[in-house]
């Protein structure tokens, strides 16, 4: 017969083995919930750019599932730069229409809410938010009032991952990240150290893709960041095989820093300056 106390811990082990187990599978099984935090409400009731035409656009995903936004296209006579904008995990993108006359000036911008989000059907996922995001940018190439080659991908905290994959597999002007992220596994690993990485779904693993960027780039960081540490941002730049513009924004925190004057008017100065560049070189190259 064994020991008292070797029986006891052998128990407390399996009771350990147990909750570890049981912890592990809701992480698993919840893990959409706590990954995305779909917004329905308009942050902006009636969005309305100053600088730009507003109009609402509904587009089909590949599978036929309805994608609402905005489409935002300067007064001026075009064609223009154009830009795509994918939002954080729990925002709705109306306040992007309201914002572009200073974010986005003269430029063409589409902004379309997740699946899941605001108007938009579905369910999100990663894989599903990167096929939309190919989607989106390959409708916005095909558009007449787009400058040929002068299109640039904008994201924010979780959308930075959808613009990293898309940045590597399309033909952009510029990428511009707002708080991004090394990967979602890393940061999941970090808020949940014992769960395994296999279990997460949706990673968004910046870092894999990172080294095949080669778009002029502009990581912008906020001040005081409790969801995307400054050691996750520093793992992503390392990767990065062409140095970026990085810059950190006074006064800023995760939530605040879309929002801030200061922040939308770097964007704009960036984005106006790269895309200068791009029309500079086209006009050399015909000469």
Not at 10 to 36: E, H, N, P, Y
Not at 114 to 141: K, N, T
Request: proline share 7%; glycine share 8%; charged share 20%.
């Amino acid at each position: 017969m064994k020991p008292i106390k070797y029986r006891k811990m052998t128990g407390m082990g399996g009771a350990v083995a147990l909750a570890w187990l049981t912890f592990t599978t809701i992480v698993a099984i919840g893990q959409r919930q706590l990954i995305f935090k779909p917004m329905r409400a308009k942050e902006v009731e009636r969005p309305r750019s100053a600088g730009h035409r507003t109009r609402p656009v509904v587009l089909r995903s590949t599978d036929g599932t309805r994608l609402s936004g905005w489409l935002l296209t300067p007064r001026t006579p075009g064609p223009h730069p154009a830009v795509v904008y994918f939002g954080g995990r729990s925002e709705e993108v109306s306040w992007v229409a309201r914002d572009a006359w200073r974010m986005f000036p003269n430029m063409t911008v589409l902004a379309i809410n997740y699946r899941g989000y605001g108007d938009s059907e579905g369910i999100p996922g990663e894989r599903q938010m990167v096929e939309d995001a190919h989607m989106l940018f390959d409708w916005l190439a095909k558009h007449r009032h787009i400058t040929a080659g002068q299109i640039a991908v904008v994201g924010r905290s979780l959308g930075s991952g959808v613009a990293v994959q898309i940045a590597v597999s399309r033909p952009v002007a510029a990428v511009v990240l707002i708080t991004p992220y090394d990967s979602l596994l890393a940061l999941a690993k970090r808020r949940f150290p014992s769960v395994p990485g296999f279990v997460l779904q949706h990673r968004f693993d910046s870092v894999k893709h990172a080294p095949l960027l080669s778009a002029p780039t502009f990581i912008i960081r906020a001040a005081t960041d409790d969801v995307v540490p400054a050691s996750h941002t520093d793992l992503l730049v390392a990767t990065l095989t062409t140095p970026p513009q990085d810059e950190t924004i006074l006064g800023s925190d995760h939530g605040n820093i879309p929002y801030l004057e200061a922040t939308q008017q770097r964007i704009a100065d960036f984005l106006t300056v790269k895309f200068g560049e791009v029309a500079a070189r086209l006009t050399t190259s015909t000469l």
